[in-house]
């Protein structure tokens, strides 16, 4: 009996070893299939880790998309034509890039196979401005005549003028432009070597005051004040990525406009993750280049009227004949096959704009 009953002690702890062991086993199981699940999204945003980027990065902070099994990584960007390129050659996953030249792609690239998508307006209008000093006695796009403009080749601004010039009864082929490196336009038009710039307006308007600029001394004329109703940045996906994870794009929007109501509400917060991933940012400065871009693309009017993260297929159909005029592309702009609401979160997750 003692024998037995020994015998059978060793048999119930052995039982409960090995019952420990399947449940042990079977979390381990668990927690690797779910570390699988993780879909893996390589993002660029459209420039450097700035204000508006936050409206990603306090997403990150948060863990919003790991909540929805995405594994991002957000990589700051070189401009806008870059970010587009990237994305349909498969660098990158999805981005973030202006409008424009999403469109510019489709002109110029009608057979590529890899083409980027927008599957989300996050800019409703475009930023594009053009800015001069009040010495200059510009105060309306008329007094441009005659005058010495100038930015970077890619500006999305000066390739978008004969838009501009159009709209307001300007002579586009009678201006001499003067290119330069981004990091000297508004040093040439303090230094009276210009008499009036293109720019985003958050960040020229910004870089005119670090140069001893006042606010009160600025003259701007935003694009869609005077005419011209451009769209501007975008989510954008490459439809390799879109056919391939279908529901990844959608948890990644989900995730982005959680992460856009935060910072719509608390922009401070934002910059807090902002500067998280850059600790030389200037926070001051920072947080009123992300209110400005805020107020004027992201809450505009526009914005309010057609909802964040929608366009007007009208107002889009118009835009791609502009930008293949304007930017002379090869051949005619389908505004149909570059952009698709079927990914967006519903209307309840996109009521953003506080």
């Known amino acids: 009996m003692p024998q037995s009953h020994t015998a059978r002690r060793r048999l119930l702890k052995l039982g409960a070893m090995l019952g420990t062991s399947l449940v042990l086993s079977t979390q381990f199981a668990g927690t690797a299939h779910a570390q699988a699940a993780a879909t893996k999204v390589r993002f660029q945003l459209d420039w450097r880790f700035e204000g508006p980027a936050a409206l990603f990065l306090l997403g990150e902070q948060k863990g919003?998309?790991?909540?929805?099994?995405?594994?991002?990584?957000?990589?700051?960007?070189?401009?806008?034509?870059?970010?587009?390129?990237?994305?349909?050659?498969?660098?990158?996953?999805?981005?973030?890039?202006?409008?424009?030249?999403?469109?510019?792609?489709?002109?110029?690239?009608?057979?590529?196979?890899?083409?980027?998508?927008?599957?989300?307006?996050?800019?409703?209008?475009?930023?594009?401005?053009?800015?001069?000093?009040?010495?200059?006695?510009?105060?309306?796009?008329?007094?441009?005549?005659?005058?010495?403009?100038?930015a970077p080749v890619f500006d999305a601004g000066r390739r978008a003028f004969p838009i501009f010039a159009k709209a307001n009864g300007l002579q586009a082929s009678s201006f001499n432009w003067q290119a330069m490196d981004p990091t000297l336009r508004e040093t040439m038009l303090v230094r009276g070597d210009l008499d009036a710039i293109t720019g985003f307006s958050f960040t020229s308007i910004l870089n005119l005051n670090a140069r001893g600029v006042k606010d009160e001394d600025i003259v701007v004329l935003p694009y869609p004040q005077f005419g011209v109703k451009l769209y501007g940045n975008a989510v954008i996906a490459s439809e390799e990525f879109i056919r391939k994870n279908p529901e990844a794009v959608k948890a990644f929007l989900r995730a982005f406009s959680k992460s856009a109501r935060d910072v719509i509400a608390r922009p401070e917060e934002g910059i807090r993750a902002l500067k998280a991933r850059d600790g030389i940012i200037d926070e001051k400065l920072e947080t009123r280049r992300l209110k400005l871009a805020l107020d004027s693309v992201v809450r505009s009017p526009d914005a309010r009227a057609e909802g964040f993260g929608r366009i007007s297929k009208p107002r889009l159909s118009l835009m791609a004949s502009q930008v293949a005029d304007a930017f002379g592309t090869k051949g005619r702009i389908n505004a149909d096959a570059l952009w698709t609401d079927a990914y967006l979160p519903g209307a309840a997750e996109l009521d953003v704009l506080r």
């Open 64 to 150: 919003y998309y790991k909540a929805e099994k995405l594994e991002v990584s957000i990589d700051a960007g070189n401009g806008s034509g870059n970010v587009v390129n990237r994305v349909a050659s498969g660098t990158y996953d999805m981005g973030f890039a202006d409008m424009s030249s999403v469109m510019e792609f489709y002109g110029n690239n009608p057979d590529a196979k890899n083409k980027p998508v927008a599957v989300m307006m996050v800019y409703n209008n475009t930023p594009a401005a053009i800015l001069a000093l009040k010495k200059s006695g510009i105060r309306a796009p008329k007094d441009l005549a005659g005058k010495r403009l100038g």
